[in-house]
């Protein structure tokens, strides 16, 4: 008898325990879910399915958002009239479900460039039965840098598209960073006069460091009616992503101020920012207000205000004071009452804040050790502070502060700074992974999400990870690619599914330590030290593009699956040609330091006509050009007058990056355009010099170099106006085909062969990333 009442206490205990885990998420979930009626998403749903498939086909879905469903879950089933109905707990499940069925159903998948699913005119209507239920409460979605290195051109189109993406791939909590208008409306307010106001905001392209007080007035100055459009703009963005259930996380204020604020308030406790990047004065160390001061709560109230004024508010705001910035004091009760006040100043406008932060400054781990953490983050009342582990793939945070102790958190994924190009990841991390932070003692894990500083690139390791954050279970890796290679090009296909699968365990495979930033040798200042290194065996991709021309034949032309293919396809000749180029080049190099004048001539040509291929295939497609990017740029532009300073920013934001080349190329983009006007005359005038140091028996003189290809070609790039095709040249597939023989013939070439011989580095990662973080 005894034995069992133990037996039962423990049950219950355990019960107690398993629903106060689950409770954290759902609580959270519940407490920063939008408004919106049943009908309103309903209806929001129903317009979504139109757009993607189009009003005919979307006739035969019938769409019920139920709140009595469990949170974040969906049913699929068939109606007696023959519809499908989609039924969801909200509008982001319900398009979750009906993605399922486009994607299980239907055999076909969209992604960020595509999301519109030609249906042929009569279509079988697969029957589908099916439910799911998330196994996140968060499925989250946006870095702070996304708005600046991929949004930031975009108008309201753009933002529709992306947003059903969005809903599509189950994301429900998302931030909106425009913030200008309101500022520009509260320094005048406390007494800042224009022309301040004006040296302190940063020109388009740059926003998001000027926000995270990295930096000031660079590239400005930003024109009054950019900040009215874009407050405009995301007053937009918001209704469209709150009629569909979705929650936005809005700015609060973190600290940062323009420097004339010491002017109005000289007596308040102002530290300047550490200088970022080497950045000069007028551009940089804005002012820090000290949480603390009581104009800390002043200004934070008095902005927040406005905020929810402007944009509603659904309890959540994001505020990150320490981004790659230091607090004035290392001392745990310094910051657990800054990181207090900075809570208050959001309870005191809304009583159910919550604080998301990035966790992205706790990997500075020489100053946040792990009592600073956790002063910091239990400051802060339990399940009120909301942590984005930022690059869990690679630096995860959350073994190591014991699950931010206790405070919920989200897995992310970043993949990217910067948005280079370069087909990188790590799917065997994301697939074990997510699972296993939520299923360690204790967990704290609320949310899956992404964050990329940009998108366009890789698409597979985002969708693997969003689809992960909604599983349940594992997902296996093997056949979820055949699946995605399915889907993505509506065909069954053994050499398509193989192209991918190759993919998989090439480039897709890194599981090291070393930072990946997406630089590669041909986009990286020319010199006689670079170290290129590889993760993956380069064969591998030369099998891969193979299988992808032989396949040209079987991608259905009908629903036009061929703008998705020849994407792929552009992706896959461009990347075997990035190799190749860091394969030439570290022969180069061994060739200068042996003085083989005939070889360095030899792969000096090779370099150059492998640009000139890069470009050629770049310009065919659709996704890969720098006419889009500098014309989006110039048509935001509010007059004509602007547009010289919109196309300055596009232009500096991709190569110098600041005034003297201080972030030099960290943006950088494989992009047609840019391979023939930027990258290539840089190498060129760096094979130049080398063969004629080689000639005069001379060193090469790198500084000398450095000097002038800043000069003559990095720093004026940003100033120049030519204009650039906005559509694609050539033929994708016979360009590709054509680059394919020619590398053919190369690797059966003695000569070649023999003037390189040696191959890059391979360096294989390494699972030590656990051990350290420990
Ligand atoms: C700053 O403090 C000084 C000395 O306490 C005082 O005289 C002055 O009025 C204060 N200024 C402002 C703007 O509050
Ligand atoms: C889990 O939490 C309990 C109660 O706070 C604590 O005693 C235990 O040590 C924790 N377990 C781990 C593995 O952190
Ligand atoms: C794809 O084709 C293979 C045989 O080539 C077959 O085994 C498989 O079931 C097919 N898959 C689908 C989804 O049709
Ligand atoms: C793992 O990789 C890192 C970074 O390249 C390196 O420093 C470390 O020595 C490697 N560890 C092992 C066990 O190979
Ligand atoms: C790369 O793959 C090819 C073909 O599968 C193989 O022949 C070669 O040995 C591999 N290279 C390395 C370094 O593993
Ligand atoms: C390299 O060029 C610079 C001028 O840019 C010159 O001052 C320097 O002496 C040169 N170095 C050598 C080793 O020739
Ligand atoms: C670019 O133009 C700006 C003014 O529009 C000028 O200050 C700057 O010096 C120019 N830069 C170069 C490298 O020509
Ligand atoms: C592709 O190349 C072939 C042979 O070079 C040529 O006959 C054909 O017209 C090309 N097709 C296109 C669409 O460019």
Partial sequence: MGGRVHLYTLLAFVYILTLAKCDLGAELAARIAPETSPDVQEEAVTQLIQRVIGSRASQLFQVEVNKM????????????????????????????????YLKHGLNKDFDWFKTYIELPEHWEMPNVIHKSKSGSSLIYYQNVCTWSYSFVWWQFDEWRRHIDWMAMMGINLVIAPNQEAIWQNVYTDLGLTQQEIDAHFAGPAFQAWQRMGNIRGWAGPLPPAHRQLQQLLQQRIL????????????????????????RIFPNASFTPAERWNNFPDPYCCDLFVEPHDPLFQQVGAMFLRRVIQVYGSNHIYFSDPFNEMMPRLKEPNYIRSTAK??????????????????????????????NLIEAFLTAVPSGRILVLDLQSEQFPQYQRTHSYYGQPFVWCMLNNFGGTLGLFGSAQVISSKIIAARSMPNSSLVGVGITPEGIGQNYAMFALTLEQGWSVDVLQLESWFQ???????????????????LLRESV???????????????????????????????????????????????????????????????????????????????????????????????????????????????ASGHNYLLGNWLEAAKQLAPSEEHRPIYEFNARNQLTAWGPNGQILDYATKQWSGLMSDYYQPRWN?????VKLALQSKKPFNASEFRQRVANEIELPFSNLTKVYPTSPVGNTWNISNGIHEKWKSYLADTQFLHNCRIAVKLMRGNQSADVQSK
Avoid at 352 to 367: N, P, S, T
């Fill in 69 to 100: 469903l469990e949170a974040n879950s969906y049913q699929i089933s068939r109606l007696d009239n023959g519809k499908v109905l989609i039924a969801g707990s909200n509008g982001v499940s319900a398009c979750k479900g009906f993605h399922y």
């Fill in 239 to 262: 209704k469209a992503q709150r009629e569909l259930g979705m929650s936005v996380a809005l700015p609060a204020f973190a600290g940062h101020v323009p420097t004339a604020m010491q």
């Fill in 341 to 370: 006040a900075i809570y208050n100043s959001m309870e005191e406008v809304d009583s159910d804040a919550v604080w998301l932060l990035q966790g992205w400054m706790f990997l500075r781990a020489f100053f946040w050790t792990d």
């Fill in 483 to 501: 699946h995605f290679a399915l889907t993505r090009y509506a065909v069954n296909d053994t050499r398509l599914s193989q192209v991918w699968q």
């Fill in 508 to 618: 897709y495979s890194f599981h090291g330590l070393q930072r990946m930033h997406g630089k590669y040798s041909l986009n990286k200042r020319p010199s006689l030290n670079l170290n290129p290194w590889i993760w993956y065996n380069e064969t591998t991709i030369y099998e891969a593009w193979g299988l992808m021309l032989e396949a040209r034949e079987i991608v259905p032309l009908e629903d036009d699956r061929l703008s998705i293919y020849e994407h792929d396809l552009v992706d896959i000749t461009r990347q075997f040609l990035q190799q190749s180029f860091d394969r030439i080049y570290v022969n180069l190099k061994s060739a200068y330091r042996k003085e083989q004048l005939g070889r360095v001539e030899y792969l000096a040509d090779k370099l150059l006509e492998l640009f000139e291929d890069m470009e050629r295939i770049l």
């Fill in 685 to 689: 005038m760096f094979l130049e010099g």
